[in-house]
């Protein structure tokens, strides 16, 4: 997909471009979505209101950013608000915490050891606070720089820089409380 600009905006069909913006970043979405509710059933169904709201609000995009960016943020608003929501308060929907799919190693036993450290990095991840999480999900699952994550989250860079020097800090407690009780 070419980028697009707040120029294209206006000359191209709205229908077309979101379908568009769903085939490029509707995964790496409904990841970050995930990060966020802790359930892929509800994360799935966020996703797709978040396209919706998108298509009704493509006006709104003034080009002072990216648009992966504008897409970014409203993901993040809609997280929030969702877990700020009655139904999110009053029902409970459990699931899991997915295991992060590791990459073929040469044994049953070392796959075995890094799917468990996997699941144990994910699930301390999915622990941290909202604040922490989110600096933490982005810079290091999406790959996301400081000032990125800055213009995503609306907050001052040396924020995010402090928040991630913060996560790793809490990440690094609760990995090592939990070798600590393994032993």
């Not at 608000?81 to 190693?105: A, T």
Request: glycine fraction near 4%; hydrophobic fraction near 35%; charge should be negative.
């Amino acid at each position: 997909m070419e980028e697009i600009t707040y120029a294209s905006i206006t000359t191209v069909n709205h229908e077309e471009l979101i379908d568009d913006l769903m085939r490029t970043y509707g995964q790496e979405i409904q990841q970050l979505v995930y990060a966020y509710v802790h359930n892929e059933t509800i994360a799935e169904d966020l996703t797709q209101e978040i396209f919706v709201k998108c298509y009704k609000s493509i006006e709104s995009y003034k080009g002072k950013s990216s648009i992966k960016t504008w897409l970014w943020r409203i993901a993040i608003n809609h997280s929030k608000d969702y877990l700020k929501s009655w139904y999110n308060q009053r029902v409970k929907v459990s699931e899991d915490v997915g295991l992060i799919i590791s990459e073929r190693r040469d044994s049953v036993e070392q796959t075995v050891i890094q799917q468990d450290e996997d699941a144990q990095l994910a699930y301390s991840v999915m622990q941290l606070p909202i604040k922490y999480r989110e600096v933490i999900y982005l810079f290091y699952y999406e790959e996301r720089s400081i000032k990125e994550i800055a213009s995503i989250l609306e907050v001052n860079g040396n924020t995010i820089k402090t928040r991630l020097r913060k996560g790793k800090s809490l990440l690094k407690e609760m990995l090592e409380g939990s070798l600590w009780m393994n032993d």
